[in-house]
C-alpha cells in the first residue's frame, strides 16, 4: 500500500519561499508519477504539476515561473519549492502519486493522495 507524508508548509509573507516535501512508501513508487495540488478556501482542489519518471514536469499557468518539483529517487522523495508566493497561493497543499502517467490537469487520476499541509501567505 502506497503511503504519502507531506511536510514543510506553514505561514510566510508575500513574496518569500517555502519548501514542501513528500516523502512515498511502498513498492515500486520510484517509477511512479508524483504531482501536487491544492484546495483553496472555498475551491475545488486544482492539480499544479506532474513530474514523470524521465524527470519531464508541466506546470499549471498559475505556478509557472514560481514553483519548482523535483524529486530525489532515492529518497523517494517530491519536492515543491515555492518562491514569490501571493496571498492567492494560500491554501491546503496535497501531493500525490500514480502508477501511470497523469497530467496535472487530469489530476483526479492520481491513485493516491497526501493527507495535506497548509500553507498561508499574508500580504
Known amino acids: 500500500q502506497v503511503r504519502l507524508v507531506e511536510s514543510g508548509g506553514g505561514s510566510v509573507q508575500t513574496g518569500g519561499s517555502l519548501r514542501l516535501s513528500c516523502v512515498a512508501s511502498?513498492?515500486?513508487?520510484?517509477?511512479?508519477?508524483r504531482g501536487w495540488g491544492r484546495q483553496r478556501p472555498g475551491k475545488d482542489r486544482e492539480g499544479l504539476v506532474n513530474i514523470y519518471p524521465d524527470g519531464n514536469t508541466q506546470y499549471a499557468d498559475s505556478v509557472k515561473g514560481r514553483f519548482t518539483m523535483s524529486r530525489d529517487f532515492g529518497k523517494d522523495t517530491a519536492y515543491l519549492q515555492m518562491d514569490r508566493l501571493k496571498p492567492e497561493d494560500t491554501a491546503k497543499y496535497y501531493c500525490?502519486?500514480?502508477?501511470?502517467?497523469?497530467?496535472?490537469?487530469?489530476?483526479?487520476?492520481?491513485?493516491?493522495w497526501g493527507q495535506g499541509i497548509q500553507v498561508t501567505v499574508s500580504s
Open positions: 500525490a502519486t500514480a502508477p501511470h502517467y497523469v497530467h496535472f490537469r487530469e489530476h483526479w487520476l492520481f491513485t493516491t
Open positions: 511502498g513498492y515500486g513508487t520510484t517509477r511512479y508519477s
